[in-house]
Antibody, heavy 117, light 107 residues
């Protein structure tokens, strides 16, 4: 079964850091671009960051540029995002998604990040 | 960035009804338009890709159409399990932006 499973979310104070992980299985991880997409409570979907097959190309939404860093370990079939300088507005469920063709599939179950003092 | 606008923001219909959700792009995106379904408390799930292609396992009562800037998601014979928020997404050019969502409820 093709799936991705996120972990690492939690409660963090403003200015703090957190690293999310996404374990992929059921497909050849190294052949796909991977993305992080987030959803603030009661809000819509927002693309956050993306990484190419071998990690040599990374892109970020303006809202997280300079604070978040996406990476991957193809030997471990795992995607990461290091989140520094967290703000209240970063509070969201973070989803790991595979870019299949030109669409996102599958989506993980998400991991909740709450930034609060 | 390409802006995606969905309408309506919410709608309510009876079981068995047909409903249509529209999605408009701020510039032409060819056919690179995807639809996702997010049921309450769940992760989004791919419904339709490249405007009109149903993902595996998606019931045939769902259909998508459109090209250029204007697209529609149609659901015929609405079922209780279709209660969800539906999002469109363009994948013509990065960043792959989403519409704001359309919340579908059953009357």
């Amino acid at each position: 079964e093709v799936q991705v499973v996120e972990s690492g979310g939690g409660l963090v104070q403003p200015g703090g850091s957190l690293r999310l992980s996404c374990a992929a299985s059921g497909f050849t991880f190294s052949l796909y671009w991977m993305y992080w997409v987030r959803q603030a409570p009661g809000k819509g979907l927002e693309w956050v960051s993306a990484i190419n097959y071998d990690g040599t190309t990374t892109i970020y939404a303006d809202s997280v540029k300079g604070r978040f860093s996406i990476s991957r370990d193809n030997a471990k079939d795992t995607l990461y995002v290091q989140m520094n300088g967290l703000r209240a507005e970063d509070t969201a469920v973070y989803y790991c998604v595979r870019l299949r063709g030109s669409w996102f599939d599958p989506w993980g179950q998400g991991t909740l990040v709450t930034v609060t003092s | 960035d390409i802006q995606m606008t969905q309408s309506p923001s919410s709608l309510s219909a009876f079981v068995g009804d047909s409903v249509t959700i529209t999605c408009r792009a701020s510039q032409s995106i060819n056919n690179f338009l995807n639809w996702y379904q997010q049921k309450p408390g769940k992760a989004p799930k791919l419904l339709i890709y490249v405007a009109s292609n149903l993902d595996s396992g998606v019931p045939s009562r769902f259909s998508g159409s459109g090209s250029g800037t204007d697209f529609t998601l149609s659901i015929t014979s609405l079922q209780p399990e279709d209660v969800a928020t539906y999002y469109c997404q363009q994948s013509d050019s990065g960043p792959y932006t989403f519409g704001q969502g359309t919340k579908l409820e059953i009357k």
